[in-house]
């Protein structure tokens, strides 16, 4: 069965570029009517199709669609006529490789178009305008711990031939599934072609996200946030990346070096009944962040804790004096212990006689 030309399909309707006897020869569409089925029943396996937004159909199809001058890529309107309120999504075909009489949706499909397996579902071909904008928002705030939003979108888009305002499509992630709604198309209001073409994307704030409160600039309005003194919406994904940036710059910062926080051992002592006593460490001035008062270090376990050195404001300690060692030539007393030698009284061997 073939029908006229669809409210969706942009290059259709009008007629040939040529004319034949005459008159003027309407374009033809392709429309069936098929049992829907979940890819998950696929006879070959293919449950990865259930993440993307393209479909099975019969070889049968692909006979008559050849013979059609059809606008390529191949993209089909979906239809479910027998629900209480007309259901349709947009698609693009994956394979001919479905039995006759059958088509494979995703799963997201089945439960936007509210099919049941065996249910039956109108497929039309159009032709839709390329995108250039879509508004996205995820169904769960678990979205917001990907690291990379956009490197995710990009490989799960790539599954996708059409996107449909009110569709909620399913990806798959780090086997994990997001749920994403579609907002809104430009050029078209209502579905859009984003198969080779420059797509731009914007998101909503998720689904039972709440915006800090204490991070809400004062005088600003709930639903925008000043990040690096630009007033941005808050409904980005962007601006919680960026939030989570500034919370670790903010993290580095405060973390600041202090030098010589180690202690000291001296070698040897100028004085011997000193020699064992506990041997003083430097007192550490730490950064702090108004530094007046000095940090001291915690000692380790096992080490003596040392007497700090005081010394007034101005002062400059070039070390204590000098003690040299018994016996050495800058000894004070090594004069006297010389002279100390000869303090003796002499006697000689003969007596010198008196005249």
Same mark, same amino acid.
């Given at each position: 069965?073939?029908?006229?030309?669809?409210?969706?399909?942009?290059?259709?309707?009008?007629?040939?570029?040529? !004319?034949?006897?005459?008159?003027?020869? !309407?374009?033809?569409?392709?429309?069936?009517?098929?049992?829907?089925?979940?890819?998950?029943?696929?006879?070959?396996?293919?449950?990865?199709?259930?993440?993307?937004?393209?479909?099975?159909?019969?070889?049968?199809?692909?006979?008559?669609?050849?013979?059609?001058?059809?606008?390529?890529?191949?993209?089909?309107?979906?239809?479910?006529?027998?629900?209480?309120?007309?259901?349709?999504?947009?698609?693009?075909?994956?394979?001919?490789?479905?039995?006759?009489?059958? &088509?494979?949706?995703?799963?997201?499909?089945?439960?936007?178009?509210?099919?049941?397996?065996? $249910?039956?579902?109108? &497929?039309?071909?159009?032709?839709?305008?390329?995108?250039?904008?879509?508004?996205?928002?995820?169904?769960?705030?678990?979205?917001?711990?990907?690291?990379?939003?956009?490197?995710?979108?990009?490989?799960?888009? !790539?599954?996708?031939?059409?996107?449909?305002?009110?569709?909620?499509?399913?990806?798959?992630?780090?086997?994990?599934?997001?749920?994403?709604?579609?907002?809104?198309?430009?050029?078209?209001?209502?579905?859009?072609?984003? &198969?080779?073409?420059?797509?731009? &994307?914007?998101?909503?704030?998720?689904?039972?996200?709440?915006?800090?409160?204490?991070?809400?600039? $004062?005088?600003?309005?709930?639903?925008?946030?000043?990040?690096?003194?630009? $007033?941005?919406?808050?409904?980005?994904?962007?601006?919680?990346?960026?939030?989570?940036?500034?919370?670790?710059?903010?993290?580095?910062?405060?973390?600041?070096?202090?030098?010589?926080?180690?202690?000291?051992?001296?070698?040897? $002592?100028?004085?011997?009944?000193?020699?064992?006593?506990?041997?003083?460490?430097? !007192?550490?001035?730490?950064?702090?962040?108004?530094?007046?008062?000095?940090?001291?270090?915690?000692?380790?376990?096992?080490?003596?804790?040392?007497?700090?050195?005081?010394?007034?404001?101005?002062?400059?300690?070039?070390?204590?004096?000098?003690?040299?060692?018994?016996?050495?030539?800058?000894?004070?007393?090594?004069?006297?212990?010389?002279?100390?030698?000869?303090?003796?009284?002499?006697?000689?061997?003969?007596?010198?006689?008196?005249?």
């Amino acid at each position: 069965m073939f029908a006229d030309d669809d409210s969706d399909n942009f290059g259709f309707g009008g007629t040939f570029g040529h !004319r034949q006897g005459g008159l003027h020869m !309407r374009q033809r569409q392709f429309s069936r009517y098929y049992s829907a089925y979940p890819v998950a029943a696929h006879p070959g396996n293919k449950a990865d199709a259930n993440y993307g937004g393209k479909i099975f159909m019969p070889a049968s199809a692909l006979e008559e669609l050849s013979r059609l001058e059809i606008v390529y890529p191949m993209l089909f309107k979906l239809e479910n006529d027998e629900a209480a309120t007309s259901k349709r999504t947009h698609c693009g075909v994956l394979e001919f490789t479905a039995e006759e009489g059958r &088509v494979y949706l995703p799963q997201w499909m089945m439960e936007t178009l509210a099919l049941t397996p065996g $249910s039956p579902v109108k &497929v039309i071909n159009v032709a839709l305008l390329h995108g250039s904008l879509v508004k996205l928002q995820p169904q769960s705030t678990d979205f917001l711990d990907i690291s990379d939003h956009r490197a995710v979108l990009e490989n799960a888009l !790539r599954k996708f031939s059409a996107l449909t305002v009110g569709d909620i499509v399913t990806i798959e992630y780090n086997n994990r599934e997001y749920r994403i709604a579609v907002l809104e198309t430009k050029p078209s209001p209502s579905a859009i072609n984003i &198969v080779e073409t420059d797509l731009s &994307v914007d998101f909503a704030a998720p689904l039972g996200y709440v915006e800090p409160s204490a991070r809400a600039p $004062s005088g600003a309005s709930s639903n925008s946030m000043a990040v690096d003194g630009i $007033s941005r919406p808050s409904s980005s994904i962007a601006k919680d990346i960026r939030q989570k940036e500034e919370a670790a710059k903010s993290e580095i910062s405060s973390t600041r070096f202090a030098a010589f926080r180690g202690s000291g051992f001296r070698l040897s $002592s100028a004085n011997k009944d000193k020699a064992d006593a506990p041997i003083p460490a430097p !007192r550490s001035y730490a950064s702090t962040p108004d530094n007046d008062a000095p940090a001291t270090e915690t000692p380790r376990a096992g080490q003596d804790q040392p007497v700090p050195l005081d010394l007034p404001i101005g002062t400059l300690f070039f070390g204590y004096d000098y003690v040299p060692p018994p016996g050495s030539e800058l000894d004070d007393n090594a004069d006297t212990k010389e002279a100390d030698k000869f303090k003796g009284k002499g006697q000689v061997l003969r007596q010198r006689r008196k005249r």
